[in-house]
């Protein structure tokens, strides 16, 4: 075999990753590596913050938020456990990134400023790419091989509302499925989603994570540019709840009991409800989130501000399915998904 020796990472830590104990401290990632960071940056670096907490024998765990930079339910609640947590809370290792596209999250966008980089795009990445790609490397270069599990916390982008819910891949190995939807019970949002086909494909974490062999469950939690308080207090039980049913805390962090979690899949983005009004005017939504609609169902009304008095166009369902994600700009024309739909799920079924 003719295999390239595997380069490293070009991103430095002044902390050690791997030493026992509580750390706090950054990821620096040296803007000067390429000439992608979009301006004249010197020889700066950016800085990601990067907690550890160590603490004997147990399962490693990588959580992660800021992903991407405008969803900021995960940002917030990684940041309390930063500081709630105790070295005796832990057994084995967490390692946390609250802001891992950090220039995404400094500038409040989905991707990030300096390449235009969607980290859920870019694993493996690459150390010799653009920003964004060098921090995909660095995780699944330096981190994955390290931990067993992953909890990536996601919400709806800022014009995209989600219907809280916890999601697994469904992993390649049968066998695997039951522990995977194990997990999801037990993160315990009302709504649990199986990803049958990434949207992101093998850029994405879940490929880095199947890859790797790291179990990965994420979540969408509201979204919008906004904090959803209820989602945030539910995910926030939720990985208590998890960090102690995979071993990873000595005592449970959350005496609440996981909800229901009732299990959907996305339907094929095809079925999706797009609208297909030539003149973009004002939608007005006939459903909201978690609402069942049926074929041929006139699930909103777009009406036009040029000509008032012109009937609305109306946006009609084309499959059965549940309401998982909403459009939230009013002003809406021919190719916006006002809605993305799930159905039911078991294990039996595929799409
Ligand atoms: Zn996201």
């Known amino acids: 075999m003719n295999e390239k020796p595997k380069q490293s990472s070009k991103i430095w830590t002044d902390l050690d990753i791997d030493a026992p104990g509580k750390q706090t401290g950054f990821l620096w990632l040296p803007l000067a590596v390429h000439d992608r960071s979009g301006d004249d940056a010197g020889y700066n670096c950016e800085p990601i913050p990067i907690a550890t907490i160590r603490n004997g024998e147990g399962p490693s765990v990588l959580l992660m938020a800021g992903n991407h930079g405008n ?9 309390k456990l930063i500081r709630a947590l105790n070295v005796e809370d832990v057994r084995g290792r967490l390692i946390i990134l609250p802001a891992a596209n950090a220039p995404a999250v400094r500038a409040d966008r989905r991707n990030s400023p300096l390449d235009d980089g969607n980290l859920n795009r870019q694993f493996p990445g690459d150390p010799n790419g653009g920003p964004t790609s060098m921090i995909a490397h660095f995780i699944e270069s330096v981190i994955l091989p390290r931990v067993d599990y992953v909890v990536d916390l996601h919400s709806g982008s800022r014009n995209v509302e989600y219907l809280p819910c916890a999601v697994i891949a469904r992993p390649p190995d049968p066998g695997q499925l039951e522990e995977a939807l194990t997990r999801l019970r037990v993160f315990g949002m009302p709504t649990g989603m199986i990803i049958e086909h990434s949207t992101g494909g093998d850029g994405a974490l879940i490929g880095a994570c199947r890859r790797q062999g790291v179990k990965h469950l994420s979540t969408e939690l509201g979204g919008g540019g906004d904090v959803n308080r209820a989602a945030l207090e539910l995910a926030e039980h939720g ?77 009609v369902a084309k499959t059965d399915g549940i309401v998982l994600t909403r459009w939230l700009p009013a002003r809406t024309g021919r190719g916006d998904c006002v809605f993305a739909l799930g159905r039911d799920w078991s294990p039996s079924r595929t799409v």
């Open 239 to 315: 990985l208590a709840r998890l960090l102690h049913h995979v071993g990873a805390t000595k005592r449970p962090l959350s005496d609440r009991a996981a909800p229901e979690c009732h299990f959907v899949a996305r339907v094929l983005s095809r079925d999706y409800i797009y609208a297909d009004s030539s003149e973009r005017g004002l939608f007005e939504p006939l459903v909201g989130l978690n609402d069942r609609v049926a074929a041929g169902q006139v699930v909103g009304r777009i009406h036009f501000t040029t000509t008032p008095w012109r009937d609305p166009e109306p946006v």
């Open 71 to 79: 969803e900021y339910e995960g940002q917030v609640i990684l940041m």
